[in-house]
T-cell receptor, first 112, second 113 residues
Framework: GENVEQHPSTLSVQEGDSAVIKCTYS??????FPWYKQELGKGPQLIID?????GEKKDQRIAVTLNKTAKHFSLHITETQPEDSAVYFC???????????FGTGTRLQVFP | GAGVSQTPSNKVTEKGKYVELRCDPI?????LYWYRQSLGQGPEFLIY????????DSGLPNDRFFAVRPEGSVSTLKIQRTERGDSAVYLC???????????FGPGTRLTVL
């Protein structure tokens, strides 16, 4: 069945450094790849997404890259800040309104 | 505008009891999703509504789980004969018609003793 693998499970960085989280998906029909940030006791918050017709998308300090051939996509956070500390989830779906298949999450800690 | 809201925020029940969890989607969103998130895991899909009808219920784990959305807005997830393994955070999300972006509520933390 559909599967999304996410690495690493935990990531600690110094404030100002970059953080990279990687995901691999199994369903070649997937064409929408969102990233969510989840803080303790809250629901996931959409932070950036990318569709399969685009290789890279950037929004201020956050960027996402997609390699459809390899079925990989990655989240890049530059100039990390303590408030970036949270659990990040990647996900994949096949078409508009399709269910999301989530990765297992990455706990990011940014130390001041 | 207002986001997705879920009530209650916390629910503690005893094994064997019946529970109902409510979701209020973003106004105007036609698609509504339920997910379940166990500790340390990513959300897992349960069911998806387009309007009033369940378009995909392939994620419901068994027939103790049921969901409705009678007027195409608010949805209720119903769990019969709860088991300790049902303990999790139940998340609701909504999206616009034809849209990919799913916006999540804060979740209901269900604890079955």
């Amino acid at each position: 069945g559909e599967n999304v693998e996410q690495h690493p499970s935990t990531l600690s960085v110094q404030e100002g450094d970059s953080a990279v989280i990687k995901c691999t998906y199994s369903d070649s029909a997937s064409n929408y790849f969102p990233w969510y940030k989840q803080e303790l006791g809250k629901g996931p918050q959409l932070i950036i997404d990318i569709r399969s017709n685009v290789g890279e998308k950037k929004d201020q300090r956050i960027a996402v890259t997609l390699n459809k051939t390899a079925k990989h996509f990655s989240l890049h956070i530059t100039e990390t800040q303590p408030e970036d500390s949270a659990v990040y989830f990647c996900a994949a779906s096949r078409y508009n309104t399709d269910k999301l298949i989530f990765g297992t999450g990455t706990r990011l800690q940014v130390f001041p | 505008g207002a986001g997705v809201s879920q009530t209650p925020s916390n629910k503690v029940t005893e094994k064997g009891k019946y529970v109902e969890l409510r979701c209020d989607p973003i106004s105007g969103h036609t698609a509504l999703y339920w997910y379940r998130q166990s500790l340390g895991q990513g959300p897992e899909f349960l069911i998806y509504f387009q309007g009033t009808g369940a378009a995909d219920d392939s994620g419901l784990p068994n027939d103790r789980f049921f969901a409705v959305r009678p007027e195409g807005s608010v949805s209720t997830l119903k769990i019969q004969r709860t088991e300790r393994g049902d303990s999790a955070v139940y998340l609701c999300a909504s999206s616009q018609q034809g849209g990919n972006e799913q916006f999540f509520g804060p979740g209901t933390r269900l604890t079955v003793l």
